[in-house]
């Protein structure tokens, strides 16, 4: 990240001392139910660059095992008491590579949920991940049938030889035909995931990839720093002297380029990475967002109770033998502490539109808040200090100096 100056770095971030009085779980969604509900799918066919994600890469789905093991967790969490989830809002198919399943097997996945949680495509936002390249139009056609009315497509960028150096498995035609067949099929709702802050060598042109993204006018736009993960072919190429990541600025700049082009285009900046025409956030997400309830399913899934969050084991293997036998393939179940409360309800209140309300702000250090305001990364607005795209670019650093500040008790 870029140079934060002066009083941020005098700050010790080593330690979490006496921390501001704050609530701790202040949920929105005071209800008993959960309304969130994601489904992971591991499989990819094959590794991009730069992915760390637990994915299990496959020429053949194992889609018939996959639908009944996803199932079988389902029934066991239900028989459990873990949830109780007749309200559902969102479900969400992602990966992984979710397009990947063969057409009825999404059907049967989405028929299943809004069935057994008495709900109907209608009233749920039902988001699936797609790579470009599985979006036929009878695959478009099926998944509209299905009930799923929101598509989230793996753009990543507009240019081929990109592409390929990423190693995706799709060209840019496959993007531009995929928007096609998803709109003839009934389906409005997508949403383009773009990367930013590519290497140097690779003369990436931010602006001409954000203009052809604009040119099929999504209703959503995801925008995402390249990072080098360590065990990833990036990481490789990077020891080795191959590549050269982008530098800090120039991650800020694709970053405030991008902003740019999507504020002037009438995009809302409503997190960190996103930007929505009216009325088309993320609901999903945004349950993350504001600390909702939610359950996920599959290898690698979180689910959070209000209180407690627990995650799956990742590999596929190894997921799918334990809910065979037992039915459940939790990994670990973690309480929060309160200083890990506080840390998450202002990373999580920052990063997204909503900000922080002043009073709860007001219990930081007032240097702190001073400072961040005269630098343009933060503003107080109708109640609420909310980072600006500047403070976005810091927020970790913003966030960490907030809550170690000795003056923050
Ligand atoms: S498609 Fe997505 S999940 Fe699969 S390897 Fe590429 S980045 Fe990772």
């Not at 095992?65 to 809002?89: C, F, M, N, Q």
């Not at 979180?302 to 809910?323: C, I, K, L, S, T």
Request: charged letters at 25%; proline letters at 5%; glycine letters at 8%.
């Amino acid at each position: 990240m870029l140079d934060i100056g002066n009083s941020w770095l005098d700050i010790e971030t080593s330690t979490l001392p006496s921390l501001p009085a704050l609530p701790l779980f202040p949920h929105n969604d005071l209800s008993p139910h959960m309304k969130h509900l994601y489904i992971h799918v591991p499989f990819c066919s094959r590794r991009c660059i730069y992915c760390d994600f637990s994915i299990a890469v496959r020429r053949e789905i194992p889609a018939r095992r996959y639908v009944a093991t996803i199932v079988r967790e389902y029934e066991h969490r239900k028989e459990s008491g873990e949830w109780d989830a007749d309200a559902l809002e969102t479900l969400y198919m992602g990966g992984g590579t979710p397009s990947l399943l063969p057409a009825e097997s999404i059907t049967e996945l989405v028929g299943f949920f809004l069935e057994h949680e008495g709900a109907s495509s209608t009233d749920v936002e039902v988001t699936l991940e797609a790579n470009p390249e599985n979006v036929t139009g009878a695959n478009a056609r099926a998944w509209a049938d299905a009930g799923v009315n929101r598509v989230s497509l793996g753009a990543q960028s507009f240019d081929p030889a990109i592409l390929r150096w990423m190693h995706r498995t799709h060209a840019p035609e496959h993007t531009v035909t995929a928007v096609r067949s998803l709109r003839d099929a009934g389906i409005e709702s997508l949403s383009l995931d773009l990367i930013v802050a590519l290497p140097a060598q690779l003369e990436r042109d931010i602006s001409r990839d954000l203009s052809q993204a604009l040119e099929l006018e999504p209703q959503h736009i995801s925008i995402y720093g390249l990072t080098v993960e360590p065990r990833t072919a990036l990481a490789r190429w990077v020891r080795r002297g191959k590549t050269i990541p982008a530098s800090d600025e120039a991650y800020a700049r694709d970053y405030l380029v991008a902003h740019d082009l999507l504020i002037r285009a009438g995009y809302e900046h409503y997190e960190v990475s996103n930007y929505a025409l009216e009325g088309r956030r993320s609901k999903h997400n945004c349950a993350y967002w504001d600390d909702s309830r939610y359950a996920g399913l599959g290898p690698s899934a979180h689910g959070f109770d209000g209180e407690e969050r627990y995650w799956n084991v990742a590999p596929w293997a190894q997921y799918e033998r334990m809910v065979l036998e037992s039915g459940d393939a939790t990994e670990g179940r973690e309480r929060l502490t309160r200083n890990q409360a506080l840390l998450e309800r202002v990373y999580l209140g920052l990063r997204g539109h909503g900000g922080l309300e002043l009073d709860e702000v007001a219990r930081f250090d007032a240097r702190l808040i001073a400072d961040a305001e005269e630098r343009g990364w933060a503003e107080a607005k109708s109640g609420r200090w909310h980072l600006t795209a500047l403070g976005w670019l810091r927020m970790d650093e913003i966030v960490t100096a907030l809550t170690t500040s000795p003056e923050g008790g």
